[in-house]
């Protein structure tokens, strides 16, 4: 009796031993293996050009109400961003979006855009940023990074600006600061269990 009693306790955890085993090679399999760095950290700094008014403006009032200090106040830009503060400088990307005016005192505006990198960018080919924040009346301030695409998606961040230099009362440079993580797409490996060697 005691000799059987053994060999039922041996076989008991046999059993166990080996669904543990295979439990742990299915979790595997579902769950797949990452071939790259899980995230990684931008530090950029580019210059938005506006130019407001004039044969080359690249924004545009789309929406003019009748509220007191232009309160919504609507224009689209296509701002572009340069590695130079200069207007032969390259172009890295383009500010692509709205303006609104959103303070009813006046000088305060909301402004979602989409940061496209140009084709010729390796880093991050047609890559996208997308940003919102205000844009005041003070020579500083800062917009929130809360999402990418491409080489930058799930992008999360800051951009610092200020005024390095106004050009006229239309025109001016503004020095953008990225910082920014993002999580590159990541390649999965999906391993597959051998019923037969399991069984076996």
């Not at 130019?51 to 232009?70: R, Y």
């Not at 505006?109 to 084709?119: A, H, L, R, Y």
């Not at 500083?140 to 106004?166: C, D, H, N, S």
Request: proline share 4%.
């Amino acid at each position: 009796m005691a000799c059987a009693s053994h060999v039922l306790v041996f076989l008991f955890i046999s059993q166990l031993a080996l669904v543990t085993y295979t439990t742990a090679l299915l979790c595997d399999s579902c769950v797949g293996l990452c071939k790259s760095s899980c995230e990684k950290e931008l530090n950029l700094s580019l210059y938005l050009h506006q130019i407001a008014a004039g044969p080359n403006h690249n924004q545009e009032q789309i929406v003019s109400p009748s509220f007191a200090n232009g309160f919504g106040t609507t224009g689209v830009n296509d701002w572009p961003l340069l590695d130079a503060p200069q207007p032969n400088a390259n172009i890295i990307a383009r500010a692509k979006g709205l303006h609104i005016q959103a303070s009813q005192e006046g000088g305060g505006w909301f402004s979602p855009f989409s940061m496209v990198f140009q084709e010729q960018d390796s880093r991050f080919n047609r890559s996208t940023l997308q940003v919102n924040g205000m844009i005041g009346p003070e020579a500083t301030g800062e917009w929130a990074i809360v999402g990418g695409t491409g080489k930058l998606a799930m992008a999360r961040g800051i951009i610092k600006y200020k005024f390095p230099q106004i050009v006229t009362s239309v025109e001016n440079y503004r020095q953008l600061d990225i910082h920014a993580f993002y999580t590159p797409q990541a390649v999965f490996k999906i391993e597959r269990i051998n019923e037969a060697e399991v069984d076996a």
